[in-house]
């Protein structure tokens, strides 16, 4: 059990498109999930922890108008990526947790790698 | 601010050695620390260890953690080629309820 998948794994696309990536937990319900950004040779950097039906929290330093995150329910949060650049291409990988009190066990999905033109 | 520091940065051993990897920490508000595998794609969890002194143990890999000296290790013994991936650390803060990750150790296995 605790699956996390996460679409598209890849995508490439033009400077100044907008690009949704979705996060969905398969067989839990997912109190939380977290988005997180990872560059080449480089950790994972939390961007934004969201809640099912409230506005999601932003990292400092994280345009929350640039990563729109929407998380309509308890197993999908989506992650919009608006007027990409080529800055923004990372690999972004998506977390969520099914314990409200212990959001520290965190099922990570495969990641989707974002390549910007 | 939250910090999370492993070393070494890269490691390449031959298969059948041992590796110890380290993670220190300087955090407010700790409650545990994390060691995740990363191959090519998502991490994967291997421990979460929350007291001093107490090894986790899971096969040819341990763990253990010294909260007074604010540090972790993970110990692998008779290196496979499979256990080559970046190892990362993660502490979880209370409080702000996330996880700070260190920057990761690449550990290559060659045969």
């Known amino acids: 059990g605790a699956v996390v998948s996460q679409h598209p794994s890849r995508v490439i696309c033009k400077s100044g498109t907008s690009v949704k990536i979705e996060c969905r937990s398969l067989?839990?319900?997912?109190?939380?999930m977290f988005w997180y950004r990872q560059f080449p040779k480089q950790s994972l950097m939390l961007m934004a922890t969201?809640?099912?039906?409230?506005?999601?929290?932003?990292e400092q330093g994280v345009e929350k108008d640039k990563f729109l995150i929407n998380h309509a329910s308890l197993t999908l949060s989506t992650l919009t990526v608006t007027s990409a650049h080529p800055e923004d291409s990372s690999f972004y990988i998506c977390?969520?947790?099914?314990?409200?009190?212990?959001?520290?066990?965190?099922?990570f999905g495969p990641g989707t790698r974002l390549l910007v033109l | 601010e939250d910090k999370v520091v492993q070393s070494p940065l890269s490691l390449v051993v031959h298969e059948g050695d041992t590796v110890t990897l380290n993670c220190s920490y300087e955090?407010?508000?700790?409650?545990?620390l994390l060691w995740y595998k990363q191959e090519k794609k998502a991490p994967t969890f291997l421990f979460m260890l929350?007291?001093?002194?107490i090894e986790k143990k899971s096969g040819r890999l341990s763990s253990i953690l010294d909260k007074k000296e604010l540090f972790s290790i993970l110990n692998i013994t008779a290196t496979q080629t499979g256990d080559s991936a970046v190892y990362l650390c993660?502490?979880?803060?209370?409080?702000?309820?996330?996880?700070?990750f260190g920057q990761g150790t690449r550990l290559t296995i060659n045969p």
């Open positions: 977390s969520a947790s099914r314990d409200s009190t212990y959001q520290e066990t965190q099922y």
């Open positions: 067989d839990f319900q997912a109190t939380t």
């Open positions: 969201s809640n099912e039906g409230s506005k999601a929290t932003y």
């Open positions: 955090v407010t508000n700790f409650r545990s």
């Open positions: 929350t007291s001093s002194g």
């Open positions: 993660a502490s979880f803060i209370q409080g702000a309820q996330k996880l700070v």
